[in-house]
């Protein structure tokens, strides 16, 4: 990408949209966030219903881990930065949110996060009503959801970009410098609820199905 374009404030490019090959503007919007300076929003949709979003930090940034524990609901409010390449952990439930090809950047807070993990499971337990097991896993990850955002329960939130390009900000974040072997473990995927040994499995594309045994 051109310097030049880089320092305006806003501007568009054209591109072939990869699902119907028509013409499709993309749209550039310089920004600002504290913390990370200087970012470009990416944006661009098609009336064929294809749909890119990103944000771009405009320096360069090393691999990079954020661990932070959710204690109080006061935790709630920090702020977390999660670009297309950002994967998000929550150890203590089993859930792991890897980026994929039409995954979205976005700018929300702890609460937002657990808000999201919520919809998708969800989405999910409609697809396990007729399994026992699956669907009391469901409940008891939806049950410690609640008692997060209640303030009842803590949680571990992880946040590890190969690229640089996401965060959680808050004083009580742990930040440490991925090695090239742990930035290259981290790869595309899907959202994984584990269920003792059995999965679900939420594609980025909302297209939800569970794994068989």
């Given at each position: 990408m051109n310097q030049d374009f880089l320092k305006q404030e806003r501007f568009e490019t054209k591109i072939c949209c990869p699902l119907c090959h028509t013409d499709l503007v993309m749209n550039w919007q310089r920004d600002n966030i504290p913390?990370?300076?200087?970012?470009m929003h990416i944006s661009a949709r098609c009336k064929c219903s294809f749909r890119f979003a990103d944000t771009m930090i405009l320096s360069i940034k090393e691999p990079m881990r954020y661990e932070m524990p959710v204690e109080t609901s006061e935790d709630l409010d920090a702020r977390v930065i999660r670009s297309t390449s950002g994967t998000?952990?929550?150890?203590?439930?089993?859930?792991?949110?890897?980026?994929?090809?039409?995954s979205e950047s976005y700018v929300t807070n702890i609460e937002g996060v657990l808000q999201r993990v919520r919809d998708v499971l969800l989405t999910a337990s409609r697809w396990v009503q007729g399994d026992k097991e699956k669907s009391s896993r469901s409940e008891e990850l939806l049950c410690m959801l609640e008692d997060v955002?209640?303030?009842?329960?803590?949680?571990?939130?992880?946040?590890?970009?190969?690229?640089?390009?996401?965060?959680?900000?808050?004083?009580?974040?742990?930040?440490?410098?991925?090695?090239?072997?742990?930035?290259e473990k981290l790869n595309t995927g899907m959202?994984?609820?584990?269920?003792?040994?059995?999965?679900?499995?939420?594609?980025?594309?909302?297209n939800v199905q569970p794994l068989g045994d």
């Open positions: 913390y990370f300076g200087e970012i998000i952990r929550i150890p203590e439930m089993g859930v792991t949110i890897e980026p994929g090809s039409v955002i209640e303030g009842k329960r803590k949680i571990t939130v992880i946040v590890e970009d190969p690229l640089g390009n996401s965060a959680i900000i808050s004083k009580k974040v742990k930040a440490t410098r991925l090695s090239e072997e742990e930035a959202v994984v609820f584990d269920v003792n040994k059995s999965e679900l499995v939420n594609d980025v594309s909302d």
